[in-house]
């Protein structure tokens, strides 16, 4: 007498493979300039409008991720400006991540420090994008990959 043990056992579902689906499939930088409510009078130059990038990662499982940098006055009072951080992320860390998987951020962040040297705001505008990425894959909050909740609230100023 021989008995089949599979027979009662029902068929497994597709494997999830998160290393295909977290692959970035592109990466977009988009400048955006925006009228301030009110002129910001620095000890440099004044400000009526302010420039941002906004990042888009898009992976394969067709997830997309934001992120945003700035600079406050542009390069009279930091060393980027909107257009040197748009040239970064499209001349030298986009190529450097397509195809990677964005779940490995420590492996991502090692890419982009080999691909530009500082470029600070560039680098964490991708970094933000990749975790709201793998967030939304993954059905988390983006403090849950970075350790968990700290607090509930936080003050402002400038608002």
Not at 18 to 35: H, K, Y
Not at 106 to 121: C, D, H, L, S
């Given at each position: 007498?021989?008995?089949?043990?599979?027979?009662?056992?029902?068929?497994?579902?597709?494997?999830?493979?998160?290393?295909?689906?977290?692959?970035?499939?592109?990466?977009?930088?988009?400048?955006?300039?925006?009228?301030?409510?009110?002129?910001?009078?620095?000890?440099n130059?004044?400000?009526a409008?302010?420039?941002?990038?906004?990042?888009?990662?898009?992976?394969e499982?067709?997830?997309?991720?934001?992120?945003?940098?700035?600079?406050?006055?542009?390069?009279?009072?930091?060393?980027?400006?909107?257009?040197?951080?748009?040239?970064?992320?499209?001349?030298?860390?986009?190529?450097?991540?397509?195809?990677?998987?964005?779940?490995?951020?420590?492996?991502?962040?090692?890419?982009?420090?080999?691909?530009?040297?500082?470029?600070f705001?560039?680098?964490?505008?991708?970094?933000?994008?990749?975790?709201?990425?793998?967030?939304?894959?993954?059905?988390?909050?983006?403090?849950?990959?970075?350790?968990?909740?700290?607090?509930?609230?936080?003050?402002?100023?400038?608002?």
């Amino acid at each position: 007498m021989s008995i089949n043990v599979t027979e009662n056992i029902p068929p497994r579902a597709a494997p999830i493979e998160l290393g295909r689906d977290t692959r970035i499939r592109s990466i977009v930088a988009t400048i955006i300039e925006a009228p301030t409510v009110r002129r910001h009078k620095l000890s440099n130059t004044e400000i009526a409008h302010q420039g941002f990038v906004l990042v888009r990662v898009q992976l394969e499982n067709g997830v997309t991720g934001i992120g945003e940098a700035s600079t406050l006055g542009g390069p009279r009072w930091a060393e980027e400006s909107v257009e040197s951080i748009w040239a970064a992320i499209a001349n030298y860390l986009e190529p450097a991540l397509v195809g990677q998987n964005a779940m490995l951020f420590e492996a991502n962040a090692v890419r982009m420090a080999k691909a530009a040297t500082r470029n600070f705001a560039a680098k964490a505008a991708v970094e933000s994008a990749l975790f709201d990425a793998v967030g939304h894959t993954l059905g988390l909050p983006v403090s849950a990959l970075l350790g968990g909740q700290v607090r509930d609230r936080m003050g402002v100023i400038w608002a």
